[in-house]
T-cell receptor, first 115, second 111 residues
């Protein structure tokens, strides 16, 4: 149980394009989903917290207009990296928490490479 | 601000030995802790958790110890196997959804 998927797993794009990453909770309903970014050999850095049906809460220093988050249903959240640049290249990981729970279950991650 | 940190960035053990990975936290208000395992190119995988009203919790081959007096958390892996090689993160939960991760410890198991 508590399986989270992400799509795509890999994406390579040109600078200036937008990329959408999907995060799905496959066997449970997630009222809250989280988006993290991880650079090589570093820990996970929380970007934003997404609650179903409401606006995401962004961490300090994360541009909400650049990283658009939509959590339209209890099983799907999307992260759109708008006008991606090479410095946005990173490993993006989502997680989801069960309703009322504290434990976060992570997706497999999406590696983004912006050329 | 308050944060979670790790004493050792790398740990190398012989296959079959026990491993101990340590984590120090500074937020006394944290009431829930989780250990995650992250293999290369993958997302973190839940290993074991512990609430602040406990000082020890055991799983399959893993044990988490919590010492609130010194704000210390450890993960013990018994009979370490090559498949245990990964980066291990501790995470503390302060508010209901606010989880902060430590820097991570890379565990390497030598055959």
């Amino acid at each position: 149980g508590a399986v989270v998927s992400q799509h795509p797993s890999w994406v390579i794009c040109k600078s200036g394009t937008s990329v959408k990453i999907e995060c799905r909770s496959l066997d449970f309903q997630a009222t809250t989903m989280f988006w993290y970014r991880q650079f090589p050999k570093q820990s996970l850095m929380l970007m934003a917290t997404s609650n179903e049906g409401s606006k995401a809460t962004y961490e300090q220093g994360v541009e909400k207009d650049k990283f658009l988050i939509n959590h339209a249903s209890l099983t799907l959240s999307t992260l759109t990296v708008t006008s991606a640049h090479p410095e946005d290249s990173s490993f993006y990981i989502c997680s989801a928490a069960l309703r009322g729970g504290k434990t976060q279950y992570f997706g497999p991650g999406t590696r983004l490479l912006v050329l | 601000g308050e944060s979670v940190g790790l004493h050792l960035p790398t740990l190398s053990v012989q296959e079959g030995d026990n491993s101990i990975i340590n984590c120090a936290y500074s937020n006394s208000a944290s009431d829930y802790f989780i250990w995650y395992k992250q293999e290369s190119g993958k997302g973190p995988q839940f290993i074991i958790d512990i609430r602040s009203n406990m000082d020890k919790r055991q799983g399959q081959r893993v044990t988490v110890l919590l010492n609130k007096t010194v704000k210390h958390l450890s993960l013990q892996i018994a009979a370490t196997q090559p498949g245990d090689s990964a980066v291990y993160f501790c995470a503390e939960n302060i508010d209901n959804n606010d989880m902060r991760f430590g820097a991570g410890t890379r565990l390497t198991v030598k055959p």
